[in-house]
């Protein structure tokens, strides 16, 4: 498709796209573990239907359990929910396609679509952190072999227009602190960790501030996707839901509690009323693809919350000090949202901006999950409400800036490589 702007120019202004996605290869987390994990880390097996599902220590792993060897074609669940219901049966797709496995095929699709960068996000791989709470050096060794299949099949900047995040388990603040260092001497422009409590803790708990204060003096930015958060198994139980449900399987009640809002809004909470940007101001956390809808109402709640507890002669329990700001006002400072710019899921692209200010929002497209747009430049017309300045802060140079990319303004930058 060619994206135009409102008088039907084709769009040339530089985009990067922060939120796109791979499939993962079988041995991912086993071509490079250390041997006394080899057992433990997840792998695909094989079950009495044929279908494959991800197994760790010959436990199936819970909520992503299926290996997605077929996908929704990219587009396809955006497509029938745009047309009003099921309609029609969803396409499906095989993963096993150089575009979805190997990067020198998606560069080329990158330059097919006029798309300058993309931040490259694993599928399967974002869940293993919490479904390995239970065993915390495995969790550790599992994203140290993750990381170095990454390095390995996608790069960390490859060709420095392709970035592989590396995933970063805080279940062992030393194996993490160790393995950020790692990464950061290997190029990583930007790292994962989950939403979520880590082992009954907030990530903003002191604890973990060995970590965060590499983090704070790499400036690196951090990026939170949606995905296994733990909530799916500690909610369900809680509510007298099946704590062992997959995907296939949620009831509403699951994805309500569990999925998407309610992980990322206490996460981030979590991370300003535990002082986290307090301690360490140079941190920027990315939102990316839990949608916007919940922003505004977040906001309004934080500091309504703040206001009950900010007279520090109330005796009130400060984890990791004293938060004497507005909430809100830490929040459009150090948070950064990628929306995922689905109906009722996303507030418009215009008001968004209107709310946080251009400097405040990304553009990621999902692609090629199901759930988005058949290609990244569907995108981009629900930009042009935006002004120009503003429209290049969101499409290119916020993302730009983080990655280590920033080009003078209107230059692309491939061109400026």
């Known amino acids: 498709m060619d994206a135009s702007e409102p008088d039907g120019r084709r769009w040339t202004s530089p985009v990067i796209d922060i939120d796109q996605h791979y499939y993962e290869a079988d041995d991912c987390c086993t071509r490079h573990v250390e041997r006394r994990f080899a057992d433990r880390v997840p792998r695909p097996v094989a079950t009495d239907s044929g279908a494959r599902e991800w197994r760790a220590g010959g436990r199936a792993i819970g909520f992503e359990r299926w290996v997605r060897d077929v996908t929704l074609a990219p587009g396809a669940m955006f497509d029938r929910r745009s047309a009003g219901g099921p309609a029609a049966p969803l396409e499906l797709v ?86 950020l260092e790692r990464v950061l001497a290997a190029g990583a422009r930007m790292i994962l960790v989950r939403k979520g409590p880590v082992d009954g803790l907030s990530p903003a708990h002191p604890r973990f501030d060995p970590f965060w204060a590499r983090v704070n003096e790499a400036r690196i930015p951090v990026g939170l996707h949606i995905s296994v958060s733990g909530y799916e198994r500690m909610m369900s139980a809680a509510w007298g839901e099946d704590p062992d449900a997959s995907h296939r399987t949620f009831s509403g009640l699951q994805w309500y509690l569990s999925f998407a809002t309610r992980p990322v809004t206490d996460t981030i909470a979590a991370m300003i009323f535990h002082n986290l940007f307090g301690r360490f101001p140079n941190l920027r956390i990315f939102s990316i693809e839990n949608g916007s809808l919940w922003v505004a109402p977040f906001l309004r709640d934080i500091d309504v919350a703040h206001g009950f507890v900010d007279d520090p002669a109330r005796g009130a329990k400060w984890i990791g000090g004293f938060v004497a700001e507005r909430p809100s006002e830490i929040f459009r400072r150090h948070i950064v949202i990628a929306p995922y710019l689905s109906p009722g899921f996303d507030a418009e692209v215009a008001d968004l901006v209107g709310l946080l200010g251009p400097e405040q929002v990304v553009f990621g497209s999902d692609w090629p999950h199901g759930e988005g747009r058949a290609t990244p430049v569907d995108y981009l017309p629900d930009f042009t409400p935006l002004t120009e300045d503003a429209r290049h802060a969101v499409v290119y140079g916020n993302a730009a800036s983080a990655l280590g990319l920033a080009a003078p303004s209107g230059q692309s930058a491939s061109r400026t490589r």
């Open 94 to 179: 095989t993963t096993d396609t150089p575009e979805f496995r190997d990067r020198t095929t998606r560069l080329r699709l990158l330059d097919h679509w006029g798309v300058d960068a993309a931040v490259m996000l694993p599928t399967a791989g974002l869940a293993w952190d919490a479904e390995l709470t239970h065993e915390p050096e495995t969790a550790a060794a599992a994203m140290r072999a993750f990381n170095r299949w990454v390095e390995d099949d996608w790069g960390f900047a490859y060709e420095g227009r392709l970035f592989a995040p590396p995933f970063i388990s805080l279940l062992d603040v030393d194996a993490a602190v160790a393995e």
